[in-house]
């Protein structure tokens, strides 16, 4: 079942296009990354189809009630964290998750329930009578989360929730937001790197100046853009010999050697041998290649299958037909991929001059 569809929406503002067109469709209980570098569209897509904001074309459907026409409907379907929110002085968690519980006019039994269920969900226990405002990054994001939790939502709309967390944080917010996932929340989550969604996404989004560059389940993106299959043999000396067998192959496009760092099996004379294919491998292939390698006398002590992922799907987008790649600069390159921009040098006192 799709639980939410955007179709051909454009938003304007001071007469600029911050969306243009997009579209998107995210299947129920499904983790949907939305992707794009700072100033993309992202946020002001999520506040369209979290109904704060209306398209100036175009139309928003939450499990099929269209959200220009049932909006009160779709809002109590829906929860939306957005980037930043604001957080009132003198409030503790408890008090703060209370406040929204009243607001969503939850009965006094069933909002004692929500608040603990929230909490649980969020794992914030040990802070629940702490003060918001004195709460560090990471927590201030999971009780902003349970805060979005607290009606039971079936569809999240969560806008750079993991922004500004150090690693330790941003790994703890990613196995809650999977939790979520995994008990039938419907999730769509913005960032502007991609390192942030990859280990829990099965769709995505890659938004540009506010067009949708491709929308759609990961696998079935990758199919249509030429997937490649990595096929890691580990084979015990004579790399050369396995790569030459490899490349001798039709449907092998690229053999590469990797070799192990420092370690048992490195003293122990292994080495991988990576074979790029044309396409998925299936298992008939598979064990055609390794019987080649045996044929040829190469001792090959194991085999494993790495498939493309979030990242390698957004680097073959933005290559596709040199359209993205040009548009991209290599700073919001960087960005996306988790790598710092590099700093410029500072110019020479004669250049200044």
């Known amino acids: 079942m799709t639980t939410l569809v955007a179709r051909n929406v454009w938003r304007f503002y001071d007469g600029k296009p911050?969306?243009?067109?997009?579209?998107?469709?995210?299947?129920?209980?499904?983790?949907?990354?939305?992707?794009?570098?700072?100033?993309?569209?992202?946020?002001?897509?999520?506040?369209?189809?979290?109904?704060?904001?209306?398209?100036?074309a175009g139309r928003v459907w939450v499990r099929g009630y269209d959200t220009q026409q049932k909006t009160e409907d779709v809002r109590r379907m829906l929860g939306f964290m957005p980037d930043p929110f604001g957080m009132p002085d003198g409030f503790s968690v408890e008090q703060f998750l209370e406040f929204f519980a009243i607001s969503y006019r939850l009965a006094p039994v069933r909002r004692k329930n929500r608040v603990e269920r929230a909490i649980e969900l969020t794992r914030i226990g040990e802070r629940r009578r702490d003060k918001v405002t004195e709460l560090s990054k990471g927590w201030k994001q999971r009780v902003l989360l349970a805060k979005t939790l607290i009606h039971d939502p079936s569809v999240l709309l969560l806008d750079e929730p993991a922004a500004g967390l150090d690693p330790a944080a941003r790994i703890e917010f990613r196995e809650i937001i999977?939790?979520?996932?995994?008990?039938?929340k419907t999730v769509l989550v913005s960032s502007h790197i991609l390192t942030e969604l990859a280990d829990f996404c099965d769709s995505v989004g890659i938004i540009e100046r506010g067009r949708m560059l491709v929308s759609g389940r990961i696998e079935d993106i990758l199919d249509r853009l030429n997937p490649s299959d990595m096929l890691v043999f580990e084979v015990l000396g004579d790399p050369e010999r396995a790569s030459g067998v490899l490349a001798a192959q039709g449907d092998v496009r690229e053999v590469s050697v990797e070799t192990y760092k420092a370690n048992e099996k490195t003293r122990a004379g292994l080495v991988k041998v990576v074979a790029a294919l044309e396409g998925r491998s299936q298992p008939a292939r598979r064990a055609a290649l390794l019987q080649a390698l045996v044929e040829a006398g190469v001792g090959v002590t194991g085999l494993t299958t790495r498939q493309e992922g979030l990242e390698d799907l957004f680097l073959k987008v933005a290559g596709k037909g040199g359209g993205a790649a040009e548009r991209f600069s290599v700073d919001t390159m960087r960005q996306l991929l988790g790598e710092r921009p590099q700093a410029r040098p500072e110019p020479k006192p004669e250049e200044a001059a």
């Not at 243009?20 to 700072?38: D, K, R, T």
């Not at 999977?178 to 039938?184: P, S, W």
């Open 18 to 56: 911050a969306v243009q067109g997009l579209s998107l469709e995210v299947e129920e209980g499904s983790a949907y990354g939305f992707i794009g570098p700072n100033g993309a569209g992202k946020s002001t897509t999520l506040r369209i189809l979290a109904t704060v904001d209306r398209p100036d």
């Open 178 to 184: 999977k939790t979520l996932r995994d008990l039938g």
